[in-house]
């Protein structure tokens, strides 16, 4: 069963193609990995999603309702949640009023008791609970990450967009953060995640989709996309990578 | 909906207990200094609404006191309305103006903002110069027989007085409550990052328009209360963007986005200026001495007032909102 469906999708900045007649589907609770080398249009498909630029062409499909066109929040109280690239803290805020705006304003439209509730619970699901009361601010850059995360997840989401939330962690915070989004698909939440970070993202992904200049060359299980032609050609620009892509090891592109 | 804490009952109560001072004395000097600390209260509260909450910096937020001092005047002066139910009406009008400008100018974010509001002020400012229907540049005078209704001059001034005590509360209570409710919490997710708040499904056009309206509504009603004590209305006092001006130094002075900011900044922002103004040496350049004054606030307690001293007194920062 599918929860979102991008069908056809094209979005052009003047002369610029950002994404060319792209087209997959999200089934329900997997986790959709989205590689490609940068400029690819990774982030561009997310801020389409989210409802930040309409596409010019195409259809976007959500729970079988279509979504194409609609203000970003009306996207998020559908049930569509997601995280920044550049993490978007609301620094003066406490760290426990960052997660509640998550709670009150996106699918549930909670009252600020509840959301006050919901946050707790979020917050020691992302083990940020000890720094509820500390302005956003002030977090360090994974605490950050795993704020942006909470902030999402306290919308109860049925998907779930992570935008690089591995990019700048030290191995150690990226296998929490591996682990935490391990825990959010167990809870029945779909998850669509851009990642550069590859080892990461083959293997907690059930399938991937590789972008390259806003097309989709490949789409399959990790190792077929790894193995696929057109995926070594498009980061060929780094051949050490590609060796790596083939043996399945750690390794990030340019 | 949370109940009213501590923090703004001290406010609420300081201001009801200086409040009725004048009126036990019965002493006009003093009842005219309280008037005026009290619309700069109400007016940088409600500025603070749009302001501190929102991070929308209103320059030309007098435009709302002007629109809601015309309409009262006009319906007082032509109609011989009621100054209760004018007040209300100039509130609304200004209320009105301000939401359906905001669909057009809170689009614009930064500075661009800051000086359309500017514009805008300037705009209304000519257009009422030039309608002769309303008094043009000259503005208009009450017919003195119009304070008969309310038991002669003399009334009209404590009436005056007492609806600006109450619309002081009024004001203080509504800051308090915006800022603990979820339209707050909006409100101010609007104001650290935009972008993430409309991702986070904070319907951000409506949110800020609503605020824009409401942080007009107050000012609209005070404009009316203010130009129907004073028996006199022109644009230049109604579209004073000094006042404006003034109105943004007291919110940054006492510390933005806070409640209790704008009270102590209006009340800072009062005494300094009366204390300059009696004084031979700078009585000239009381508004030169404010802007230094605002430098040094803005160099070193960037949060104002209050939220240097909730920053360094921890204990007292339970009481502070």
Redesign the interface.
Known sequence: MSVLKVENVTKRFGGLIALNNVSFVVNKNEILGIIGPNGAGKTTLFNVI?G?YPPEEGKIIFDGKEITGL???KV??LGI??T?QVV??????TVR?NV???A????E?M??ES?ERIAEETLKFVKLDHKADMLAGKLNVPEKKRLELA??LA?KPKLLLLDEVLAGLNPVEVSEMLEIIERIRKSGVTILMIEHLMHAIMNVSDRIIVLDYGVKIAEGKPEEVANDPKVIEAYLGDPNLVLKLGRGESGASG | MRKPGISVIWIILLILVVGIIPALTGNIILRETVFLILLYIALASSLNIILGYTGYVSFGHIVFYGIGGYTAFVLIDSFGTNIILAMIAGGVVAALVAYALGQAILKLRGAYFAIATIGVNEAVKALVENLEQIGGSEGIFLNVNVYKAYGGAENALWLSYYLMLLLTIAVILTSWYVKNSKFGLGLMAIREDEDAAIVAGVNTKTYKCLAYALSAFFPGMIGAIFFFKNGNIEPVNAFNLTLSIEMIFMVMLGGFGMVSGPFIGAVVYERVRGILLMSEMFKDLHMAISGVLLLLVILFMPRGIMGYVKDKVTWIGRYLE
């Open positions: 989210s930040i203000p970003p929040f998020a109280r949640a997601r920044f978007k803290p609301l620094s003066e805020l009023e509640m705006v998550g009150c304003f996106g699918k439209n009252d600020l959301a902030r999402a919308s």
